[in-house]
């Protein structure tokens, strides 16, 4: 809970606050560990909450896997087919990450995806993401849930 007593749905981003504004009771589960990632009416105040379960258990996260040549030759020919200013969409694995890094000396590039992966992170804090190019949601990076190492969010 922050400061003004608001919980965020932590790395999902998604319809939950719709089903916990329609539930007959409703008990939130707190956990250290998990980031706050804030979006558009993603946040239930602690007066709509009936009660509250702490789990401080470290979040699970995915293992990297090795890239292979041929993901990397794969990846470097689809980086050199995205514009600058283009809007990324990206998934889960090796390959999506490998594009990401190939993606990093382009410019102004937009986020609106299922998936926010480290290496879109990456993008964002290079400033290669700006979102300024967005046809919607411009200046702003647009995710379901995000994943990745520890820290990373």
Same mark, same amino acid.
């Given at each position: 809970?922050?400061?003004? @007593? ?5 790395? @999902? ?6 089903? +916990? ?10 956990? #250290? ?16 909450? *009936? ?7 470290? %979040? ?10 041929? *993901? /990397? +030759?794969?990846? #470097?020919? /689809?980086?050199?087919?995205?514009? *600058? @200013? +283009? ?10 990450? %490998? ?8 410019? *102004? =590039? ?5 998936? =926010?992966?480290?290496? %879109?992170?990456? %993008?964002? #804090? ?5 979102? #300024? ?5 411009? @200046? ?14």
């Amino acid at each position: 809970m922050d400061k003004y @007593g608001y919980f965020t749905f932590g790395t @999902g981003n998604d319809y939950s606050t719709r089903v +916990a504004r329609s539930a007959k009771k409703l008990i939130v589960e707190v956990n #250290q560990y998990m980031p706050r990632v804030y979006g558009e009416g993603a946040v239930i105040h602690i007066s709509e909450v *009936d009660a509250i379960v702490e789990n401080h258990e470290p %979040l699970i996260e995915l293992p990297v896997r090795t890239a292979v040549a041929e *993901d /990397i +030759a794969i990846s #470097q020919i /689809i980086a050199s087919l995205v514009p *600058d @200013g +283009a809007c990324l969409q990206m998934g889960v694995g090796a390959l999506p990450e %490998l594009i990401c890094n190939a993606l990093k000396e382009h410019n *102004d =590039l937009g986020v609106h995806t299922e998936a =926010l992966n480290p290496g %879109l992170v990456s %993008l964002i #804090q290079q400033g290669v993401v700006t979102n #300024q190019r967005k046809n919607i949601d411009r @200046g702003m990076s647009v995710f379901y849930f995000c994943y990745g190492p520890k820290g990373y969010v």
